[in-house]
């Protein structure tokens, strides 16, 4: 089974909007941590926000917030205030912080955000 | 503080080839993961490092193989390249890839192609 699922291949938004992207987990473990990643064209993976899944507030760096629903196992992102700069691929990640798949991060398939003027 | 560093960040080799790839972690991470990422496959988990010894393995033929240092840098070989090898090597680190972190930073990447 998928460990992170992310059902939204491309989504486009207009500047300045709001965009939330989509993402849901699989797990059994009762400690683990949600990674969002953006990878623009040049390849590299930008650290955008992490959650922990005993975090009680939904984690917010800037523009960006994770919309964490625990009990529905998913952990969107949300994106205020699109910018052209925006357009990239993102990635949602989980990792399980127990058991013998410690330290490695599951990845979606992602999902290409588009912003147009 | 300096990133994560991949070097070289390109590299074109040949069938048959063996390739190693290095991988500088942001100093005081004592973790270093490698991920190939290709469009078909996506993001595939290769290998982590922590403090000299390999913790995790993904599904990856023994033809990948890697190592860390004591300063925690990391490098990776692969050995007869084939065609579908070519793809995005990717390296993160992390202070310990554990509980406490939340802090999981990745390099440039190198982008091998084998022809």
């Known amino acids: 089974a998928q460990k992170i699922t992310q059902t939204q291949p491309g989504m486009f938004v207009q500047e300045k909007e709001a965009v939330t992207l989509d993402c849901t987990y699989d797990?059994?473990?009762?400690?683990?941590?949600l990674f969002w990643y953006k990878q623009p064209s040049s390849g590299e993976m930008i650290f955008l926000i992490y959650?922990?899944?005993?975090?009680?507030q939904n984690a917010t760096e800037g523009r960006y917030s994770l919309n964490f629903q625990k009990a529905r196992k998913s952990a969107n992102l949300v994106i205020s205030a699109s910018q052209l700069g925006d357009s990239a691929m993102y990635f949602c990640?989980?990792?399980?912080?127990?058991?013998?798949?410690?330290?490695?991060?599951?990845f979606g398939r992602g999902t290409q955000l588009t912003v147009w003027p | 503080k300096a990133g994560v560093t991949q070097t070289p960040r390109y590299l074109i080799k040949t069938r048959g080839q063996q390739v190693t790839l290095s991988c500088s972690p942001i100093s005081g991470h004592r973790s270093v993961s490698w991920y190939q990422q290709t469009p078909g496959q996506g993001l595939q988990f290769l290998f982590e490092y922590f403090s000299e010894t390999q913790r995790n393995k993904g599904n990856f033929p023994g033809r990948f193989s890697g190592r860390q240092f004591s300063n925690s840098r990391s490098e990776m070989n692969v050995s007869t390249l084939e065609l579908g090898d070519s793809a995005l090597y990717l390296c993160?680190?992390?202070?310990?890839?554990?509980?406490?972190?939340?802090?999981?930073?990745f390099g440039p990447g190198t982008r091998l192609t084998v022809t």
């Open positions: 959650q922990g899944s005993y975090d009680e």
């Open positions: 993160a680190s992390s202070l310990a890839g554990g509980a406490a972190s939340s802090e999981q930073y």
């Open positions: 797990t059994s473990d009762q400690s683990y941590g």
């Open positions: 990640a989980m990792r399980e912080l127990r058991g013998s798949t410690l330290g490695r991060l599951y």
